[in-house]
């Protein structure tokens, strides 16, 4: 079932709804963490590893493993952009996703990200464990 995207009067937020890898060890404790932070319940949290309607949300397994994704009021951020979005989100880390973004340091994290993404879908996904070829 696809979410409402109009604004949630009660907290005027759209919903955020963030795509993560659930089987992935690392991926999962840094997700665990935000979904305990005040705000997490404002936001909609997808694991990749166990749902099988990413196509509802325009959204193929294989990309969906590649890179971190987040869909905002129907706009789709990705890498580090993506883990902005969240922080924006949570009060605990909304300092920190207004100094990157003013400072324009999200594509220098990104670059950082893109490098670990590579490497985990790598180490994850040999020998086409997660139905595609890494």
Same mark, same amino acid.
């Given at each position: 079932m696809k979410p409402d995207y109009w604004m949630n009067t009660k907290t005027g937020f759209t919903p955020l709804i963030v795509f993560y890898d659930g089987a992935?060890?690392?991926?999962?404790?840094? =997700? /665990?963490?935000?979904?305990?932070r005040q705000g997490a319940e404002h936001i909609t949290w997808i694991d990749i590893a166990e749902n099988e309607t990413l196509d509802s949300y325009g959204l193929d397994r294989q990309s969906a493993m590649e890179v971190f994704?987040?869909?905002? *009021?129907?706009? %789709?951020?990705l890498g580090a952009s993506a883990f902005s979005r969240i922080w924006i989100r949570l009060p605990a880390y909304k300092w920190l996703a207004t100094i990157l973004i003013n400072l324009r340091l999200v594509p220098v994290l990104d670059s950082v990200y893109r490098k670990f993404a @590579? %490497?985990? =879908?790598?180490?994850?996904? /040999? *020998?086409? &464990?997660? @139905?595609?070829? &890494?």
């Amino acid at each position: 079932m696809k979410p409402d995207y109009w604004m949630n009067t009660k907290t005027g937020f759209t919903p955020l709804i963030v795509f993560y890898d659930g089987a992935c060890p690392l991926c999962r404790r840094e =997700i /665990d963490h935000y979904m305990r932070r005040q705000g997490a319940e404002h936001i909609t949290w997808i694991d990749i590893a166990e749902n099988e309607t990413l196509d509802s949300y325009g959204l193929d397994r294989q990309s969906a493993m590649e890179v971190f994704h987040v869909l905002d *009021n129907r706009t %789709w951020y990705l890498g580090a952009s993506a883990f902005s979005r969240i922080w924006i989100r949570l009060p605990a880390y909304k300092w920190l996703a207004t100094i990157l973004i003013n400072l324009r340091l999200v594509p220098v994290l990104d670059s950082v990200y893109r490098k670990f993404a @590579g %490497w985990r =879908i790598r180490r994850r996904c /040999d *020998n086409e &464990s997660c @139905g595609f070829t &890494s």
